[in-house]
């Protein structure tokens, strides 16, 4: 059972314009949510994360929206640039456990 | 710096065999995690290791047995693996325990048994 799930496995942008990643979650129990951004060849890195008790976090080009009653999280990269290019995890985690649950991922590909 | 390193990148092992997966860091970070990767899936999680003890095993098979001989440094050994365990498995650390503490990842061993 697929607790946080990224519907879209793959994106395609233009430089320049806005990228939207999208996640659900079914565990009402979390309360704290991240991104992790993947290159070929790396591990996942932290991008940015945010907490239940807010429903915005903004980190430069990047911010997350939480929607706690729709149990809904999306990423907004503004403006996406070729860097960008990766895949973009989402997780999530309670704040008593040491668990972090994945998401399955979604590839973006901004182009020129 | 922020760098979790692993060793080796790429093994390839029979089914016999017994081969060691490594992992480092030098954050002074007190957990640390084993996660297996299958192709287009998730990070699962495998081991957690807070101040050099085990924490949490999430029902992972014995052939796979973590070890962690000081803080800096854990170790997954693997024995009579099957071809189904061919996964790319990533070492990662954080500050302390609890999943709100960012985790720093490895690049990852990619694993194949034949």
């Known amino acids: 059972d697929q607790q946080v799930k990224q519907n879209s496995p793959s994106l395609s942008v233009q430089e320049g314009r806005i990228s939207i990643l999208n996640c659900d979650y079914t565990?009402?129990?979390?309360?704290?949510f991240l991104w992790y951004k993947k290159y070929p060849a790396e591990g996942p890195t932290f991008l940015i994360s945010?907490?239940?008790?807010?429903d915005k976090n903004e980190d430069g080009r990047f911010t997350v929206f939480l929607n706690k009653s729709a149990k809904h999280l999306s990423l907004h990269i503004v403006p996406s640039q070729p860097g960008d290019s990766a895949v973009y995890f989402c997780?999530?985690?309670?704040?008593?456990?040491?668990?972090?649950?994945f998401g399955t991922g979604t590839r973006l590909q901004v182009f020129p | 710096d922020t760098e979790v390193t692993q060793t080796p990148k790429h093994l390839v092992m029979g089914m016999t065999n017994k081969k060691s997966l490594k992992c480092e860091q030098h954050m002074g970070h007190r957990a640390m995690y084993w996660y297996k990767q299958k192709a287009k899936k998730p990070p699962e999680l495998m081991f957690v290791y807070s101040y050099e003890k085990l924490s949490i095993n999430e029902s992972v098979p014995s052939r796979f047995s973590p070890e962690c001989p000081n803080s800096s440094l854990l170790n997954l050994h693997l024995h009579a693996l099957q071809p189904e365990d061919s996964a790319l498995y990533l070492c990662?650390?954080?500050?302390?325990?609890?999943?709100?503490?960012?985790?720093?990842f490895g690049p990852g061993t990619r694993l194949t048994v034949l």
């Open positions: 945010i907490s239940s008790i807010k």
């Open positions: 565990n009402s129990m979390f309360d704290y």
């Open positions: 990662a650390s954080s500050q302390e325990t609890g999943a709100t503490d960012t985790q720093y």
């Open positions: 997780a999530a985690t309670a704040y008593n456990t040491d668990k972090l649950i």
